[in-house]
Every structure is written in C-alpha cells, then in structure tokens.
C-alpha cells in the first residue's frame, strides 16, 4: 500500500514539473515575441528620419 502512495506523490510531482516547464517554455516565447516587437519599432524609428 505504501508503494502506491508514493508513486501517486511522485506521479504528481513529475506532472507538476511538465506543467512548469510548458508555463516557462510560453513566457520565454512571449519574450522573444515581444523583443522581436520592440527591436522591429526602434528600427523603424530609426530608419522614419531618413526617409523624409
């Protein structure tokens, strides 16, 4: 009985770790997504007085 309580907490455990992991993996693709944002505007700024 004792096997089974704790495979169910390492069970848990391990699911815990893949759902942290997925949230880690979609924070550090809304970084990139946004730095990719703000490095396309400053080029843009950059590049808005030399076309006037």
Same mark, same amino acid.
């Given at each position: 009985? %004792?096997?089974w309580l704790e =495979? %169910?907490?390492f069970g =848990? $455990?391990?699911v815990f770790a893949f759902w942290q992991m997925h949230? $880690?993996?979609k924070a550090q &693709? #809304?970084?990139r997504q946004q730095r990719a944002? &703000? #490095?396309a505007q400053? &080029?843009?700024q950059t590049r808005e007085p030399l076309d006037k």
């Open positions: 009985m %004792g096997i =495979l %169910g907490i =848990l $455990v391990f949230d $880690v993996r &693709e #809304k970084t944002q &703000e #490095k400053q &080029e843009a």
